[in-house]
């Protein structure tokens, strides 16, 4: 699978943005995907993981770290091939280049976990 992540963007603090991630390839569902962004100066960090579809998985289980708990949604779209980044009540230090990751795993938080990674996609949130 190849991911392509595109939607940033410059917005104002307490705004919203979604973020897109494509992907090519067949068996995008069998995929757990996840959003990690890096800040300038900052390591790479977790932001949220939505695992495959299917079995007890259902459409998709979902994890977020506790800095974007109650305002970001990630979600996928299997038949679109396509995962989501729903990002609500921005605020000045989610300002990051934004990346999408895909794991063979069920699902992932932990970088090491994910075997393809998509460009970023900057996101700039002004107070």
């Known amino acids: 699978v190849q991911l392509q992540a595109f939607g940033g963007g410059l917005v104002q603090a307490g705004g919203s943005l979604r973020l897109s991630c494509a992907a090519s390839g067949r068996t995008f569902s069998s995929y757990g995907l996840g959003w990690f962004r890096q800040a300038p100066g900052t390591e790479r960090e977790f932001v949220a993981a939505?695992?495959?579809?299917?079995?007890?998985?259902?459409?998709?289980?979902?994890y977020y770290d506790d800095s974007v708990k109650g305002r970001f949604t990630i979600s996928r779209d299997n038949v679109k091939n396509t995962m989501y980044l729903q990002m609500n009540s921005l605020k000045p230090e989610d300002t990051a280049v934004y990346y999408c990751?895909?794991?063979?795993?069920?699902?992932?938080?932990?970088?090491?976990?994910?075997?393809?990674w998509g460009q970023g996609t900057k996101v700039t949130v002004s107070s």
């Open positions: 939505i695992s495959l579809s299917g079995g007890t998985w259902n459409n998709g289980r979902t």
């Open positions: 990751a895909a794991t063979a795993q069920p699902m992932g938080v932990l970088i090491d976990e994910y075997d393809v």
